[in-house]
């Protein structure tokens, strides 16, 4: 038996080894990568309710305020209400759908740990190839 050769026991221990170490590994990639993911939800969440409640009282008074422009140009005061109103509503539907597109389990997935799981099995299956070969050729 030449040096550079380990006996099949020894192989497998260390396949063993690696492989416990490997999932050890991106276990914590995981879990890092989905308390990155759950801190960016919190502050952006955070953002948005403290802007919310900003917002609020600042819209209500230029809203007001468009309806008594569109009277003052003489539009009557319910189809001033009812036009700013019908604005504000669109407006209103379409950043809730596009807000609500960033809540979306795609958005949230932890891909960095998923790209390296699909890397780590294709060197697994190059590995398993190569000894393989190596052991037909002994």
Known sequence: M???????????TDVLTDFATLLRKE??????????????????????IGGA????????????????GLEKIGLAPHWSALAVGGGTL????????????RFRARNLMPAKTLHQIKEDAQVVKR????????????
């Open 90 to 101: 669109i407006v209103g539907l379409i950043l809730i759908g596009i807000g609500a597109a």
């Open 27 to 48: 276990s914590q990639l995981a879990r890092a990568e989905a308390s990155e993911k759950l801190s960016q939800l919190a502050v952006g969440m955070g953002l948005v």
């Open 127 to 138: 590995q398993g190839r190569q000894n393989h070969e190596h052991q037909r050729a002994a």
């Open 2 to 12: 030449a040096a550079h050769e380990r006996s099949i026991p020894t192989i497998l």
């Open 53 to 68: 409640v900003l917002i609020i009282p600042g819209l209500v008074v230029l809203l007001e305020a468009g309806v008594a």
